[in-house]
């Protein structure tokens, strides 16, 4: 076949003229090459190649062309993110079965014992002994999240002998517990006229007429809410501060454990006036802003409303700081008329300084925050805080260092406490993960020195049993300035389910104590806790009954007198029954 020369069309390659458009074709010879049907570019293709070119463009510019106050503010968010997600894996295993406990059913034993040994021939150390030997507490728990149900039954064993039990039942309507050894019956109290119940009981009570259920109660807990109130109070912050109060300066060279690096270096300086003009504008920003302060009010009066289950719950005052509108006010009018003075009232002798250093990513490397505040009338009265923090991510694992030196008073009467943690995490190496922690806390007062040190190597093993991590720290935590004080070793051995996923969860953790130190005999201490959950179906709740409870709300007063009595005696016959196993340790 051919193609039409001029437009294209395809033909007989004997053909003389286009069928198409009518023009002579040219002789075989003269024929050029056949036009090919063009393969048309996706309609997509250009756009995406813009949209890659641009990502590239503003990753680099975001990267490399940030602003001093833009830099200031990715470094810590980066840090606090990565942080963030470090302490999410390190207590993912407790913080998902907690979670998993709060939503589906469960059935738990928690089984704790202990033991103590000497070298020493010391009679106290010899009587704890012989009381821990063969001792233990169980906990046996069902819970029902959906239903809002616990039920408990507690046993503490001594020596060998159980020595006291204990049953315990919550939902929304009832609470009850029972000690057999002492009244074999359950006391049931109905949730509702708990005040009346005391009264009969003749027991003083100031608390509320009603206990809050546990789903109650973890509504209460507002902390969630005052996230992004914290978050916008920050953002508020730092649009505060003048571009002119940032500085930055390129190619500052840092010792890293990896070498030099060349590292940009972030500076923002306030000074005593400007700090108060900040403080004082989030004092009106705490009045304006609507949303934010219902955020803090509902929080404030969650943790009233929570606090309400003890003893001070008809405090009227306990009473008012429920009332979210109440709250509203009193910050408002706090924030309105002593704020600005108190703000007026200080010091700030040294402004506020903090300097970073930040890798080309963007992610924080050091940061220095000094910061120093007295009241005007007392300038001695100086309280300071200076904190380093550095964090490194190289070849030879991560190093994060923090120090943080506060505290108080001039000359004679200064004291300060110096908190410093250095961590190296190496990289992981197979199953294994190791990390080492030294802290030092130091603490000056009149002139007299304390201090204690922690050393800590920790080993975690990852499927170092079938569906278990292993998890070993050894440290030694070293009490006292200079040679004198005490030293104590310790080992900390976990092996725990690696999931929560399944319907059982295992947990052995043993602590094993050495403490030896100026008048310290030689003493090695021993606890061991073994924790098992099963998930899914429960046995049934206790049901009550006239013959197995006695119920204090509908109870006579001649019920309660009779009551009263039959604890009177069981508590005697308990002492009575048990009074050798006590003075066998004597």
């Known amino acids: ?55 590239v463009i503003a990753a680099y510019f975001l990267l490399s062309h940030r602003t001093p106050r833009q830099l200031l503010a990715l470094a810590n968010v980066k840090f606090a993110s990565a942080a963030a997600e470090e302490l999410d894996l390190g207590v993912s295993g407790p913080w998902g079965l907690q979670s998993r406990m709060q939503s589906e059913p469960s059935t738990s034993k928690v089984t704790i014992s202990g033991r103590l040994s000497s070298k020493e021939r010391n009679p106290d ?36 002998s159980e020595l006291l039990s204990g049953e315990f039942y919550r939902s929304p309507e009832q609470l009850a517990a029972k000690v057999p050894v002492i009244y074999d019956k359950h006391m049931l109290l109905e949730n509702h006229d708990i005040g009346s119940v005391m009264a009969k009981l003749d027991i003083p009570w100031e608390g509320p007429d009603k206990f809050p259920s546990q789903t ?41 454990p990896d070498g030099t690096v060349s590292l940009r270096q972030i500076t923002l300086n306030l000074s005593e006036a400007r700090i108060k003009e900040i403080l004082k504008g989030l004092s009106q920003k705490l009045r304006d802003d609507e949303a934010g302060l219902d955020k803090i ?10 606090a309400a289950t003890g003893a001070a719950a008809n405090d009227p005052e306990l009473k008012r700081w429920q009332d979210k509108s109440y709250v509203k006010q009193q910050i408002r009018d706090g924030s309105r008329d002593g704020w600005d003075k108190a703000v007026d009232d200080l010091l700030f002798p040294e402004g506020l300084t903090v300097t970073l250093l930040v890798d080309k990513g963007g992610n924080l490397v050091h940061e220095r925050i000094r910061f120093a505040m007295a009241p005007r009338e007392y300038p001695e009265d100086l309280v300071f805080t ?86 070993v720290t050894d440290a030694t935590i070293k009490i006292g300035a200079g040679t004198s004080g005490g030293t104590i070793s310790a080992k900390l051995n976990t092996l725990r389910s690696n999931s929560t996923g399944g319907s059982h969860y295992e947990n052995t ?26 998930f899914g179906k429960i046995d049934a709740f206790p049901a009550f009954s006239d013959t197995t409870a ?11 007198d009779r009551l009263r009595m039959d604890l009177q005696k069981g508590v005697q016959r308990f002492l009575n029954s048990n009074m050798s196993l006590f003075m066998s340790g004597f």
């Open 1 to 55: 076949m051919a193609y039409c020369p001029h437009c294209g069309t395809e033909m007989p390659e004997e053909a003389g003229f286009c069928a198409k458009c009518g023009k002579e074709q040219p002789k075989a010879a003269e024929v050029p090459e056949a036009p090919r049907p063009r393969k048309t570019a996706p309609r997509w293709l250009p756009v995406a190649a813009l949209v890659l070119v641009g990502a």
């Open 125 to 160: 150390i010899q009587l704890v002994q012989q009381f821990l030997d063969k001792s233990s507490i169980m906990l046996t728990s069902k819970n029902d999240p959906k239903a809002d149900k616990q039920w408990y039954d507690l046993k503490l064993n001594l020596r060998g």
């Open 216 to 256: 109650e109660t973890m509504k209460n807990l507002k902390l969630e809410q005052l996230m992004p109130v914290l978050m916008e109070y920050g953002r508020f912050l730092n649009t505060s501060v003048k571009d002119d109060e940032i500085t930055m300066e390129s190619g500052v060279d840092y010792q890293s």
């Open 297 to 306: 009010a509902e929080s404030i009066a969650g943790f009233a409303e929570m």
């Open 386 to 471: 200076d904190v380093y923090l550095s964090h490194w991510k190289g070849k030879n694992g991560n190093d994060l260092k923090i120090l943080v030196d506060a505290g108080s008073g001039t000359g004679k009467n200064a004291s300060s406490v110096r908190f410093d943690l250095k961590s190296h995490k190496e990289p992981t190496a197979g199953k294994e993960e190791r990390s080492k922690t030294t802290v030092d806390i130091i603490s000056q007062n009149y002139g007299y020195t304390d201090a204690v040190r922690i050393d800590m190597n920790t080993t975690v093993t990852r499927g170092a049993e079938r569906g278990k991590d292993r998890y």
């Open 509 to 534: 953790t043993e602590l094993t104590l050495d403490i030896a130190g100026d008048g310290v005999p030689g003493i090695n201490v021993g606890v061991k806790t073994e924790t098992a959950v099963d």
């Open 550 to 560: 006695i119920n204090l709300n509908t109870a006579s007063q001649s019920d309660i």
